[in-house]
């Protein structure tokens, strides 16, 4: 490793360190984990503006260019100046293999982020067609990091972690549907980190493989899991990642079905379970599922409440489920009589005991030519907040098809759509969110919403969802939306 990388990865090694030293220590059976939202430790938040010396983010999942995920990495700028970085890429350790020296075989990448733009490392520069993983260390804030993947079955965005942590939750996956579901772990920290992994099924119940319970991962290094190995033909699979020691982020890579009849979903984990998660724009049209995934995995049984929000204010009767102690729960809306086929709608769940996890999956009609996804799986938002940066839509997304915002308050919220730097837009004045009336605004002219990144900015919190294109359901792909101190 040339002196130039070494100090770049060392530079992210202390900020995992220092950063994941706060995350809430816990495993199935343990314990209650704390329920916190958006601001504190979570996945969804950019660095602040302002007296912010430099930032890192880390992301997982996809592959190189030859692989069957390609991910491309992309920096959003949401201040008035440029940013520059190093992205140091490393490749998934072999299965069985001895675990590698710290970062072996890791290549850096300068970057520079544009003031009020954005930059991409693509597929090509993240290698061979194995599994990458990244750290991406910059020096400022202001600055949110995603990855998008592609493939044959579709293509997904997703957020990078702002922080390591020693606990990752995820509230639904499958392993049969003619696809796969891996799971990423990586390790950019100074230390090594020991990882537990428990799947509870909806069928089977609580699982703990041997082979997942005390996983090796080293300094500068990813590991990668077929959670199919040992749940084989599982629909209903959520996952607990746990760490004994050191701190790691997680993601999970679904692969559904094949091109016309499938999708590609890559979803972060959550480090900390919440007590309110949004879904701001949810529409069950014709020949379309939408199915909400909630998990449970503390050792108290959850009372969750399902708000949903139409539009002109015309609320339906919330719904309500008990989710069991280390358990998941299914919620299909189309099974709901109260929600109106094909009427956009916002749904807000809340857990008056201890915090969950809520994922939304969406299975749209087949048909569509690749890469156009027919499903779609999602983690809702953790709470609300007063600034939101929006990045552009990445290859093979061609931009965003709509931007929904949910009111999380009893007043009227007044938000405005701004440059991702803050600066205002010609003809865009500000407009009002009714609490449980969702805003969806699409593209018109002097709003690009598919072309640029954009800022969200509102007097008080509001959740956000950026339905991007081209889909074969609203909802299947949504560009990750980024709260900013």
């Known amino acids: 490793m040339s002196p130039s990388l070494r100090r770049t990865v060392l530079v992210a090694v202390l900020v995992a360190v220092v950063v994941g030293a706060g995350a809430v220590d816990r495993a199935v059976g343990r314990g209650s984990p704390t329920a916190v939202t958006v601001g504190a430790l979570s996945p969804v938040g950019a660095a602040p503006v ?16 030859g692989g069957s995920a390609p991910g491309t990495i992309v920096l959003t700028n949401g201040t008035a100046r440029p940013v520059t970085g190093t992205v140091t890429v490393v490749a998934a350790q072999a299965q069985a293999a001895a675990p590698p020296a710290p970062w072996a075989g890791a290549s850096a990448i300068a970057v520079v982020v544009p003031a009020d733009g954005a930059t991409s490392v693509g597929p090509s520069q993240l290698g061979s067609s194995a599994v990458k993983a990244a750290a991406v260390v910059l020096d400022g804030g202001g600055v949110a990091v995603a990855q998008a993947v592609s493939g044959p079955a579709g293509w997904s965005m997703a957020p990078c972690a702002a922080s390591t942590g020693t606990s990752w939750y995820f509230a639904h996956g499958a392993t049969s549907q003619g696809g796969g579901l ?11 980190a020991t990882v537990d992994v428990t799947m509870v099924s909806a069928t089977a119940g609580v699982l703990a493989p041997a082979a997942y319970q005390g996983i090796d991962v080293g300094p500068g290094s990813l590991v ?3 959670l199919g190995d ?3 033909n599982d ?6 990642v746990s760490t004994l020691s050191g701190a790691v982020v997680a993601t999970e890579l679904q ?7 499938g999708g590609l979903s890559l979803v972060l984990g959550v480090p900390v379970p919440s007590r309110r998660w949004v879904f701001a724009q949810n529409t069950d049209g014709s020949g379309t599922t939408v199915a909400f995934h909630v998990f449970n995995p503390s050792a108290r049984s959850a009372a969750v409440s399902v708000a949903v929000e139409l539009p002109r204010g015309a609320g339906a009767v919330p719904l309500t489920m008990r989710v069991a102690p280390e358990t998941s729960a299914t919620l299909v809306a189309n099974d709901q009589t109260r929600i109106p086929a094909g009427v956009p709608y916002g749904a807000v769940f809340s857990s008056a005991g201890p915090g969950i996890v809520v994922s939304r999956q969406i299975s749209g009609p087949a048909g569509p030519a690749a890469p156009t996804p027919e499903d779609g799986e999602v983690t809702g938002v953790p709470g609300g907040w007063r600034r939101w940066i929006v990045p552009a839509a990445a290859s093979p997304g061609t931009g965003i098809s709509a931007l929904a915002v949910v009111d999380l308050g009893s007043r009227p919220a007044e938000v405005r759509i701004l440059t991702s730097d803050g600066g205002v837009i010609t ?5 009002l969110v009714e609490p449980g009336a969702p805003l969806l605004i699409e593209p018109g002219p002097g709003l690009a919403l598919g072309f640029a990144p954009f800022a969200v900015s509102a007097d008080r919190p509001v959740a956000l969802e950026a339905d991007a294109v081209p889909v074969a359901a609203p909802g299947a792909v949504v560009v990750p939306a980024f709260a900013q101190g």
């Open 427 to 431: 003809g865009q004045g500000p407009r």
């Open 50 to 65: 302002h007296g912010t010396e430099s930032s890192a983010w880390y992301c997982a999942g996809g592959t190189g260019s």
């Open 182 to 192: 891996t799971l990423a772990l990586f390790n950019p920290g100074a230390t090594n």
């Open 230 to 232: 040992h749940a084989a």
């Open 224 to 226: 990668t899991e077929n």
């Open 255 to 261: 692969s559904a079905g094949s091109a016309g009849n």
């Open 235 to 240: 629909t209903e699979l959520a996952t607990d």
